[in-house]
């Protein structure tokens, strides 16, 4: 298995996203944990935690060889965490003061959103849900950071050049987002055209996500400060701090996103840039 992973290494990186992407599906549109009151669909990640695991038995190698390291944790997330914080500090104020032009009123709020029982979104405010809402996004962006930056790019560095494995891995990690608004459609809450229009904004934003933790992984030479940007994306700017403008919450949401992520992408692009010019 080992010798045909590193002979083969993009099919062998196809066979096991297909493998993780499969269980993403099951859970996105059979079981739908995020229906429930848990709001997350986790069940997947941690499956993909394990193919992870069984990956690295079958290569021989460890958690050590594709990122997680034993020192440099706390620094690790800690600068990952600073980064996503100061780039969403501007993107915030930008998008509150965009709402505040329009509407004459905005706020911030801060709660978990979850899933009721009688089947409406409902605003958790609780230790306990805040804590749920963290352990689940590091199960989250363990298994992704993992798989996509850690596994993927030391299977493909045996045959591609760094560019190449970094736009391939961009690439998958852009369809697997697409599952999301994939689901919206077969739900019948969008039409086909706004299908194809989220899918491809899904693609190109996961993609740019991925392309800058991918280099955030070579700066390093660990998945630590990748990891604590992605964990401040998933817990904060995704479900936890809401920007309500005329009761009505982040109705603005894609556009701090965009802000943020492609503000945080050009500051890494360039210091990966300055890093490359240092060394040669």
Known sequence: MEANIKKHPILGCVVIFGICGLARVIEYFVIKTDETVISENFLH???????????????????QSIGF?????????????????????IAYSIECLILYWINQNVSLSF??????????TAKHNSVLFLALCIVFNLINVWM??????????????????FTSAVLFIAFLFGIWHWVMPLRDYMEENISLANLLIMGVGYIILAGIMSIKWSLLYRITGTL???????LFNNVI???SLHVVSNHEADSMQIVRILI???????????????TIKITR
């Not at 394990?50 to 190698?61: D, G, K, T, W, Y």
């Not at 850690?150 to 493909?156: C, P, S, V, Y």
């Not at 943020?260 to 300055?274: A, D, E, N, P, T």
Request: hydrophobic residues 50%.
């Open 144 to 161: 992704e950071e993992g798989v996509f930056r850690g596994l993927f790019m030391n299977i493909l560095a045996e045959k591609l050049p």
């Open 69 to 89: 390291t034993k020192n440099g944790i706390a620094s690790g997330m800690v600068k990952g965490l600073v980064l996503g914080c100061g780039c969403f500090i």
């Open 237 to 239: 700017v995704t479900n």
């Open 260 to 274: 943020g992520q492609l503000l945080s992408f050009s500051i890494v692009m360039l210091y990966y840039r300055k």
């Open 224 to 230: 630590w400060m990748g990891l604590g940007d992605h």
């Open 111 to 120: 709660y978990i959103s979850g899933f009721a029982l009688v089947g409406e």
């Open 45 to 63: 990640k941690a499956f993909g935690i394990v193919v992870l695991a069984v990956a690295l038995h079958l290569l021989h190698s460890g958690w």
